[in-house]
């Protein structure tokens, strides 16, 4: 069974930094993607970041550009999400996804709990 776990919210003043965490676990293929979604209150869930099991490919919200790094652990057990120059427009519940492919990449099929960022 896949598993994703995210850690590292809080709430920081606006030009912080925070470092997101995705431990994750149960996959039985070695292709796949892991990426984080946030949610701020009052608006719909939006994309922020994905990047491929292998680490070759990576993509950005323009909204986040410049400012969020995606990496991952040597083991691939931890997909990181390190956030610089945050902004109060960051604020939101942040949740990491991954698409296994099974479906042919039609969507992310799991989803962690999901985790709290605020900067005022």
């Known amino acids: 069974q896949v598993q994703l776990v995210e850690s590292g919210g809080g709430s920081v003043q606006a030009g912080g930094s925070l470092r997101l965490s995705c431990a994750v676990s149960?996959?039985?293929?070695?292709?796949?993607?892991v990426a984080w979604f946030r949610q701020p209150p009052g608006r719909e869930r939006e994309g922020v970041a994905v990047?491929?099991?292998?680490?070759?490919?990576?993509r950005y919200a323009d909204s986040v550009k410049g400012r969020f790094t995606l990496s991952q652990d040597d083991a691939k057990s931890t997909v990181y999400l390190q956030m610089n120059s945050l902004k109060p427009e960051d604020t939101a519940v942040y949740y990491c996804?991954?698409?296994?492919?099974?479906?042919?990449?039609?969507?992310?099929?799991?989803w962690g709990q999901g985790t709290q960022v605020t900067v005022s």
């Open positions: 996804a991954t698409d296994t492919l099974e479906d042919g990449g039609k969507a992310y099929n799991y």
């Open positions: 149960g996959y039985t293929a070695s292709t796949y993607f």
């Open positions: 990047i491929h099991s292998q680490g070759h490919y990576t």
